[in-house]
């Protein structure tokens, strides 16, 4: 009977998968995931898009906050700027999206080292203020530059095609959405078993330690902001395709706050927490309100109240997950199956 987890070799602990029966339970659940457009109603297939996106976004900004301890309030700006990005090449040079996509993250990802500069020299709150900077002056630009991004105007998105097939509805977007966010979580895991991944951690533990262990700062640094930058400009790429009109409006300084949320609660440093984050904030607003379309007949203020009633909602679970799991659902979730996994040995 297993009552404990022991490695016997660096390979083993390294290992993403402890079980060949974890690997079956993977494919399964894969298996389920890619079948839901066939029996799932249009708006529901929306939102779980929109939870797709979110977990290549926040597995982004992980990999940046959580692995490697660099603050960033910039994932609004890198959003938009993968968002125009994408909808300026298919719109000015008629690029495909299989191009468009992994063009305008490779732009992300220059823009965030460019921002990423400045993190040699300063950290925490520091750095949070350059990155929220960032934010305002991305903002500016694209709001200025209408021949790029048709300032307040918007962009128009053309309908991504594959040949003669046509992306256009909820169903087809989800294959795309969720073939890219699998690749995503896939590559993130692979990333921290990586000389790369290990230097982002030793970073974020202790950055003078790694320095004199000879791990080049800024190197490390910058190609963390890359990838993160990478990550979360392919997500504002999924989301222009999916919005098919964006403006300056769509990427407010409020989306780096639920990001950044997305983490925290669903757990620092953790990919599976990413996850959990994406679904639960995205979840949130959607939950708060079948509860007060359930409720308005009886109290028909609470329609009204319903923006007010999620930022407090999301400020509250914030600070309760601070206090009483500050590892995040990621840690929750780990200690509920160690607890089974163990049973009845768990002490």
């Known amino acids: 009977m297993r009552c404990g987890d022991f490695k016997t070799s660096y390979a083993a602990d390294m290992t993403i998968f402890e079980s060949g029966s974890a690997r079956i ?3 399964l659940f894969l298996g389920a995931l890619f079948t839901l457009p066939l029996y799932t109603p249009g708006y529901l297939l929306d939102i779980i898009n929109r939870i797709g996106i979110a977990v290549i976004g926040a597995v982004g900004l992980n990999i ?3 692995f490697t301890g660099q ?4 994932n609004a700006a890198f959003m938009a700027i993968g968002a125009f990005s994408s909808g300026y090449l298919a719109t000015r040079f008629g690029l495909p999206f299989y191009f468009c996509i992994p063009l305008a993250g490779l732009i992300t990802a220059f823009s965030g080292m460019f921002v990423g500069i400045p993190s040699l020299r300063i950290k925490g709150l520091y750095l949070a203020m350059a990155t929220l900077a960032a934010h305002f002056i991305v903002e500016f630009i694209i709001t200025k530059w209408e021949s790029v991004t048709g300032g307040v105007n918007g962009l128009s998105i053309p309908i991504p095609k594959l040949g003669s097939f046509a992306i256009d509805s909820d169903a087809r977007l989800f294959v795309l959405i969720f073939v890219i966010a699998v690749m995503a979580v896939l590559f ?4 921290f078993r990586s000389k790369a991944g290990k230097a982002f951690i030793a970073i974020r533990d202790q950055a003078i330690s790694a320095e004199v262990m000879g791990v080049n700062l800024l190197k490390y640094k910058l190609l963390s902001f890359g990838i993160s930058s990478f990550y979360v400009g392919v997500a ?6 999916q919005a098919k009109i964006i403006s300056p409006e769509t990427f407010p300084v409020t989306v780096a706050i639920d990001y950044l949320g997305m983490i925290i609660i669903g757990g620092l440093g953790s990919i599976l927490g990413s996850i959990y984050g994406a679904i639960f904030i995205t979840l949130l607003p959607e939950l708060l309100r ?3 379309s359930a409720l308005s007949g009886s109290f028909p203020e609470l329609v009204n109240k319903l923006a007010a009633m999620k930022e407090l909602v999301f400020g509250l679970l914030v600070i309760i997950f601070l206090i009483f799991e500050p590892a995040g659902m990621a840690a929750r979730w780990h200690s509920i199956k160690n607890y089974w996994k163990l049973y009845p040995f768990s002490h």
Not at 236 to 241: E, K, V
């Open 25 to 27: 339970m993977l494919g």
């Open 64 to 66: 940046l906050t959580g």
């Open 71 to 74: 603050i960033s309030l910039g």
């Open 188 to 191: 993130a895991k692979n990333l």
């Open 236 to 241: 504002g790429a999924l989301i222009a395709y």
């Open 290 to 292: 079948m509860g007060t």
